[in-house]
């Protein structure tokens, strides 16, 4: 049965005073003073002056708590006017308290975060901009120990990284027990993509796109099947499902597709006779499909072996480029004549070497006198580099104007006859 003062405190009459006292007890402070109730109606200055013992006259009520308290404790009932306000509200939790203990939990969390990453200066400033944009906080409602979670694993995983050439789910599932864990807009998988922008020192990714090249960039791929490479007429001697593609698609003289799931499943065979001259150990690579659309239409099976990068090469291209030169192959490249063109080229550089076709300085000034300056497209900053030729850079920055391969097509196409 309730008790009958329990009962009176939450009658709706005295409502108004059972909030101030809540709200009260809640800022931390003691039921001290006096609590000052305006605009009541005549039921409510009644019943709360009879439970309160409030002499005061007029529309409004003052309360003296210390009086209030005395009146509760002579009752014999309850020990406090607190623990009558406690039995009748229900646990009362401290604001003031509360957010002390959560301000605290916060530092802990970034001390232990720094501590963490304290031989590594950029990862330090994540750390750093995390906390001052707040935006852990908001991602976790602010629950420091999700929070801490997020951290422990996020840090684990930049430890793995990078790897070679590993799906996402699997990956996943390997490190975390969850194959969708960074599934796309998972906290994890956001948290994630910021660390690894800032050790990269780029930008967070916002579009789709540049999410999956970021992953890709650390040597993870987020979907096997809709990342490939294409190549035409690749001298694959294996049994694999993808050397029997390869070599189907040579007799029908087609470029062929082969997905990330085709090469980490059934990786092609490309062994290189030692005997091989110097010009039958070339792979033809370049930069735009319509190089290989151009090549097959021309020669079909009589094509030389060539690959498309398409832009800036997928993990499936550099898995298959990596396959081809694991076996003795050399690179022969050729890309755009702009600054984007050469950073691509210097990557491709940078992992396997090639050999420039068509790809260096006194290429590129051939075919600027060869080229109409008003139908070009004007170079676009920043600059780069061309570590297989410095002057093919200083050619493309006084040239002022973009080459894009499709207009070099029969020049690249004279080489790509094997017959």
Request: proline share 5%; net charge positive.
């Given at each position: 049965m309730t008790d009958p003062l329990i009962a009176e405190l939450r009658d709706e009459a005295c409502k108004p005073l059972l909030e101030r006292l809540v709200k009260k007890l809640k800022r931390g402070g003691p039921l001290t003073g006096v609590c000052q109730l305006r605009k009541l109606t005549e039921t409510q200055r009644v019943r709360i002056k009879e439970l309160t013992g409030s002499t005061s006259r007029g529309p409004d009520?003052?309360?003296?708590?210390?009086?209030?308290?005395?009146?509760?404790?002579?009752?014999?009932?309850?020990?406090?006017?607190?623990?009558?306000?406690?039995?009748?509200?229900?646990?009362?939790?401290?604001?003031?308290?509360?957010?002390?203990?959560?301000?605290?939990?916060?530092?802990?969390?970034?001390?232990?975060?720094?501590?963490?990453?304290?031989?590594?200066?950029?990862?330090?400033?994540?750390?750093?901009?995390?906390?001052?944009?707040?935006?852990?906080?908001?991602?976790?409602?602010?629950?420091?120990?999700?929070?801490?979670?997020?951290?422990?694993?996020?840090?684990?995983?930049?430890?793995?990284?990078?790897?070679?050439?590993?799906?996402?789910?699997?990956?996943?599932?390997?490190?975390?027990?969850?194959?969708?864990?960074?599934?796309?807009?998972?906290?994890?998988?956001?948290?994630?993509?910021?660390?690894?922008?800032?050790?990269?020192?780029?930008?967070?990714?916002?579009?789709?796109?540049?999410?999956?090249?970021?992953w890709e960039s650390v040597g993870i791929v987020i979907d096997e099947l809709s990342v490939s490479a294409l190549a035409m007429n690749l001298p694959a001697v294996g049994d694999s499902l993808s050397d029997k593609m390869l070599r189907q698609h040579h007799a029908g003289g087609m470029p062929c597709r082969l997905t990330f799931r085709h090469l980490r499943l059934h990786p092609p065979s490309f062994t290189l006779c030692t005997k091989s001259k110097s010009k039958d150990r070339l792979i033809y690579v370049c930069e735009n499909p319509s190089v290989i659309a151009a090549a097959s239409d021309r020669y079909r099976a009589q094509c030389k072996p060539l690959v498309c990068v398409e832009g800036n090469p997928n993990l499936a291209c550099l898995n298959l480029l990596s396959l081809l030169t694991t076996a003795g192959?050399?690179?022969?490249?050729?890309?755009?004549?702009?600054?984007?063109?050469?950073?691509?080229?210097?990557?491709?550089?940078?992992?396997?070497?090639?050999?420039?076709?068509?790809?260096?300085?006194?290429?590129?000034?051939?075919?600027?006198?060869?080229?109409?300056?008003?139908?070009?497209?004007?170079?676009?900053?920043?600059?780069?580099?061309?570590?297989?030729?410095?002057?093919?850079?200083?050619?493309?920055?006084?040239?002022?104007?973009?080459?894009?391969?499709?207009?070099?097509?029969?020049?690249?196409?004279?080489?790509?006859?094997?017959?």
């Amino acid at each position: 049965m309730t008790d009958p003062l329990i009962a009176e405190l939450r009658d709706e009459a005295c409502k108004p005073l059972l909030e101030r006292l809540v709200k009260k007890l809640k800022r931390g402070g003691p039921l001290t003073g006096v609590c000052q109730l305006r605009k009541l109606t005549e039921t409510q200055r009644v019943r709360i002056k009879e439970l309160t013992g409030s002499t005061s006259r007029g529309p409004d009520i003052s309360v003296n708590l210390a009086d209030f308290d005395g009146i509760i404790r002579n009752t014999g009932r309850f020990d406090s006017l607190q623990a009558l306000v406690e039995a009748t509200a229900g646990p009362i939790v401290n604001v003031r308290e509360e957010r002390d203990a959560d301000s605290a939990a916060w530092e802990k969390l970034w001390d232990e975060a720094n501590q963490r990453v304290a031989d590594d200066d950029l990862m330090v400033r994540c750390v750093a901009d995390l906390r001052q944009s707040g935006w852990l906080k908001k991602v976790t409602k602010r629950e420091p120990s999700f929070a801490i979670e997020l951290f422990t694993q996020s840090f684990d995983l930049m430890k793995r990284l990078p790897v070679t050439s590993r799906p996402l789910a699997v990956f996943a599932a390997e490190c975390l027990g969850d194959a969708h864990a960074l599934d796309a807009g998972t906290i994890l998988s956001r948290l994630m993509l910021r660390l690894i922008a800032a050790k990269q020192q780029v930008d967070i990714p916002r579009r789709a796109s540049g999410r999956r090249r970021m992953w890709e960039s650390v040597g993870i791929v987020i979907d096997e099947l809709s990342v490939s490479a294409l190549a035409m007429n690749l001298p694959a001697v294996g049994d694999s499902l993808s050397d029997k593609m390869l070599r189907q698609h040579h007799a029908g003289g087609m470029p062929c597709r082969l997905t990330f799931r085709h090469l980490r499943l059934h990786p092609p065979s490309f062994t290189l006779c030692t005997k091989s001259k110097s010009k039958d150990r070339l792979i033809y690579v370049c930069e735009n499909p319509s190089v290989i659309a151009a090549a097959s239409d021309r020669y079909r099976a009589q094509c030389k072996p060539l690959v498309c990068v398409e832009g800036n090469p997928n993990l499936a291209c550099l898995n298959l480029l990596s396959l081809l030169t694991t076996a003795g192959y050399q690179l022969s490249y050729h890309g755009d004549f702009d600054w984007g063109g050469l950073r691509i080229a210097s990557r491709i550089h940078k992992s396997f070497g090639f050999i420039p076709w068509q790809f260096n300085a006194v290429d590129h000034q051939k075919a600027t006198h060869r080229c109409n300056h008003r139908n070009m497209r004007l170079l676009r900053p920043p600059k780069a580099t061309a570590i297989w030729d410095p002057a093919l850079a200083q050619s493309i920055d006084q040239s002022k104007i973009a080459i894009e391969e499709e207009f070099l097509i029969d020049d690249l196409l004279k080489d790509l006859c094997a017959g």
